[in-house]
C-alpha cells in the first residue's frame, strides 16, 4: 500500500529486547514490540482506540490502516528502561518551544489522558506478544 498522504511522524527507541515505536504528534500513542517492525505494527493496531479516546476533544485523528503510514523521524539507542518495558528518550521536538495553538491542542490531548488507561492504551497493558 502506498504511504499515506499525512504521513504520521513516528521516532523509535531501540533496546536490546525491546523497541518502542511513539507517534510525535500523539502524546500516549506508543507501543512496544521485539523490533522496529513490530513495534510499529503494534503501533497501527492501537490506532483505533486511541482515535476512540479523542472524539470528545474536537481534533481529528486518523487511525493509520498499515505501518506504510509513518515516517520514522527519530531513532535512538534505548537503555535498561526500554527493555524493561517502558520508553525512556524523549523526541528532540519535546525540547522545542510551543506556540499558543500548539499549547491549546496539547491541553486537550491531556484532558483526554483519562480515558486511555480505559481503552487500553496503558503501558501496562499487554498486547500482541506481550507488548506493553
Not at 503510514?69 to 517502558?86: I, K
Request: aromatic fraction near 8%; hydrophobic fraction near 35%; charge should be negative.
Amino acid at each position: 500500500m502506498p504511504a499515506s498522504s499525512n504521513p504520521i511522524d513516528v521516532y523509535l527507541e531501540v533496546g536490546k529486547k525491546r523497541t518502542f515505536a511513539t507517534a510525535i504528534e500523539w502524546p500516549g500513542w506508543s507501543r512496544s514490540g521485539r523490533d522496529e517492525s513490530s513495534a510499529l505494527q503494534y503501533l497501527v493496531e492501537a490506532g483505533p482506540r486511541y482515535g476512540r479516546v479523542l472524539e470528545d476533544t474536537g481534533i481529528r485523528f486518523h487511525a493509520p490502516s498499515d505501518a506504510s503510514e509513518f515516517v520514522v523521524v527519530e531513532r535512538f539507542e534505548g537503555n535498561a528502561t526500554t527493555d524493561f518495558g517502558a520508553p525512556d528518550m524523549p523526541a528532540s521536538s519535546d525540547a522545542r518551544p510551543m506556540d499558543a495553538a500548539e499549547l491549546e491542542r496539547s491541553r486537550k490531548l491531556l484532558r483526554a489522558a483519562p480515558g486511555m488507561a480505559r481503552v487500553g492504551l496503558c503501558l501496562g497493558d499487554r498486547g500482541s506478544e506481550g507488548s506493553g
